[in-house]
């Protein structure tokens, strides 16, 4: 049973920084490329951050510049620093695989940005 779960969520100012991590347990970690989504309220869950099993990484517009993946295989963990936070970012936060076969979903972790 695959287990996703993600912490370092929190109540920051705009402009502030945080860094999320999830920590995947229950299969080999490494040879998937990973993924960090958001939820905001009322709204479709969708894609901020990819991460692909060697490395390469891709953004969504909205965050380009201002977030980053990473992951450390050996810890299987995936992490996203966001930076230059936006009242806009306010969400919960999720890790899972990038792609169409995902893993159950985590409880995420809440974030969000006083304007």
């Known amino acids: 049973q695959v287990q996703l779960v993600e912490s370092g969520g929190g109540l920051v100012q705009a402009g502030g920084s945080l860094r999320l991590s999830c920590v995947a347990s229950?299969?080999?970690?490494?040879?998937?490329?990973m993924a960090w989504y958001r939820q905001a309220p009322e709204k479709q869950r969708e894609l901020d951050a990819s991460?692909?099993?060697?490395?390469?990484?891709s953004y969504a517009d909205s965050v380009k510049g201002r977030f980053t993946i990473s992951r450390d295989n050996a810890k299987n963990t995936v992490y996203l620093q966001m930076n230059s936070l936006k009242a806009e970012d306010t969400a919960v936060y999720y890790c899972?695989?990038?792609?169409?076969?995902?893993?159950?979903w985590g409880q995420g972790t809440q974030v969000t940005v006083s304007s």
């Open positions: 229950g299969r080999i970690f490494s040879i998937n490329a």
């Open positions: 899972n695989r990038w792609g169409l076969v995902k893993d159950n």
């Open positions: 991460i692909t099993r060697g490395g390469s990484t």
